[in-house]
T-cell receptor
Framework: KQEVTQIPAALSVPEGENLVLNCSFT??????LQWFRQDPGKGLTSLLL?????REQTSGRLNASLDKSSGRSTLYIAASQPGDSATYLC?????????FGAGTTVTVRA | EADIYQTPRYLVIGTGKKITLECSQT?????MYWYQQDPGMELHLIHY???????EKGDLSSESTVSRIRTEHFPLTLESARPSHTSQYLC?????????????FGNGTRLTVT
C-alpha cells in the first residue's frame, strides 16, 4: 500500500523567503506525482504534474523535482508572498487512483 | 479555473436521514471521483467512475453509494446518515486517468451529522 508523507506539517516564513516543501512515498512504481494547493474551506487546485519519466516541472515561481528511485519530491516556491499561504498536498498515482499526503500548511508573514 | 460544482457547500443533518451530495462538471470528463477528507488528514478515495454506468468503490470503506447516469453528474448518496459520516466530501474529475491527467476538484461539501 502506498504511503505518502509530508514533513513538516506546518511552516511559517517571512515574505520573500524561498519555500521548500517535501514529499516522500514508499512505492516507487508510480505513473506520476501531482502537487496541489488547498485554501481553507475549499477544494484542491492542481499546481504541477510530473510524469514518472520526468525529473522536474516548472510553472512560474513554482518548481517541482522528482527522484523516483529514492521516493522523494520537492516543491520549491521562489520569493514567497502572503498569497502563497495555503496547504500544499502531494499525491502519487500508482494506477487508477491517487494516494495523498496530509499536506504542509504554509503561512507567509508580511 | 475548473468547472466542477458541488452542492450543498454545508449540510447539517440528523442521524438516520437520507442525503444526496451533488457533483456536476461541465468539462466533459469521463473520469470522476469522490474523496473524503478529515481536518489535517490525507484524502481518501471512496468512489470513482470511468464513464456512464461505471462505478467502483475506492480504498476507504464507505456506506455511501454513487451513480453515473450522465457524464456530467456524479451524485453520492448516504441512505442513513450517522455521526461517523461527519467529514468533508470532495468531488473531482479528470480528462484521462489519474495516471496521466491532473485532477480538477470542486469546493467540497462539509457534512455534519448530529
Amino acid at each position: 500500500k502506498q504511503e505518502v508523507t509530508q514533513i513538516p506539517a506546518a511552516l511559517s516564513v517571512p515574505e520573500g523567503e524561498n519555500l521548500v516543501l517535501n514529499c516522500s512515498f514508499t512505492d516507487s512504481a508510480i505513473y506520476n506525482l501531482q502537487w496541489f494547493r488547498q485554501d481553507p474551506g475549499k477544494g484542491l487546485t492542481s499546481l504541477l504534474l510530473i510524469q514518472s519519466s520526468q525529473r522536474e516541472q516548472t510553472s512560474g515561481r513554482l518548481n517541482a523535482s522528482l527522484d523516483k528511485s529514492s521516493g522523494r519530491s520537492t516543491l520549491y516556491i521562489a520569493a514567497s508572498q502572503p498569497g502563497d499561504s495555503a496547504t500544499y498536498l502531494c499525491a502519487v498515482s500508482n494506477d487508477y487512483k491517487l494516494s495523498f499526503g496530509a499536506g504542509t500548511t504554509v503561512t507567509v508573514r508580511a | 479555473e475548473a468547472d466542477i460544482y458541488q452542492t450543498p457547500r454545508y449540510l447539517v443533518i440528523g442521524t438516520g436521514k437520507k442525503i444526496t451530495l451533488e457533483c456536476s462538471q461541465t468539462m466533459g470528463h469521463d473520469k470522476m471521483y469522490w474523496y473524503q477528507q478529515d481536518p489535517g488528514m490525507e484524502l481518501h478515495l471512496i468512489h470513482y467512475s470511468y464513464g456512464v454506468n461505471s462505478t467502483e468503490k475506492g480504498d476507504l470503506s464507505s456506506e455511501s453509494t454513487v451513480s453515473r447516469i450522465r457524464t456530467e453528474h456524479f451524485p453520492l448518496t448516504l441512505e442513513s446518515a450517522r455521526p461517523s459520516h461527519t467529514s468533508q466530501y470532495l468531488c473531482a474529475s479528470s480528462e484521462g486517468g489519474a495516471y496521466n491527467s491532473p485532477l480538477h476538484f470542486g469546493n467540497g461539501t462539509r457534512l455534519t451529522v448530529t
